[in-house]
């Protein structure tokens, strides 16, 4: 069974940065790409950004381009979203997701991805 868990969510000031992770188990962890969604109240869930397989490959929404950082460590079955320079319009509960296919690359649509953490609240005061 495809376990993720999000850590690190909290609150902090816009300009300041903040670290979340994701662990994995139930399976090879470093053989699935591994993405982070968020999604703020009354609207939908929205892709940030996403890493391959072996970590080499990142891709990130234009909202956050530039200021978050997705990286993985496969020994540790964890991916991490490093977030610089936080905005008020960041706050949102931030999901990590992945695949069941590991032939699926990096996907901005949430449909693609079957396995959810529970989300952690990141709230940005201004």
């Known amino acids: 069974q495809v376990q993720l868990v999000e850590f690190g969510g909290g609150l902090v000031q816009a300009g300041n940065s903040l670290t979340l992770s994701c662990v994995g188990s139930?399976?090879?962890?470093?053989?699935?790409?591994m993405t982070w969604f968020r999604q703020a109240p009354g609207k939908e869930c929205i892709f940030v950004g996403g890493i391959s397989r072996s970590g080499i490959n990142t891709q990130y929404a234009d909202s956050v381009k530039g200021r978050f950082t997705i990286s993985r460590d496969n020994a540790k079955n964890t991916v991490y979203l490093l977030m610089n320079n936080l905005k008020p319009e960041d706050t949102a509960v931030y999901y990590c997701?992945?695949?069941?296919?590991?032939?699926?690359?990096?996907?901005?649509?949430?449909?693609?991805?079957?396995?959810w953490g529970q989300g952690t609240q990141v709230t940005v005061s201004s």
């Open positions: 997701a992945t695949p069941d296919s590991p032939y699926l690359g990096v996907t901005s649509y949430s449909a693609d991805y079957q396995y």
């Open positions: 139930g399976r090879t962890f470093s053989g699935y790409t």
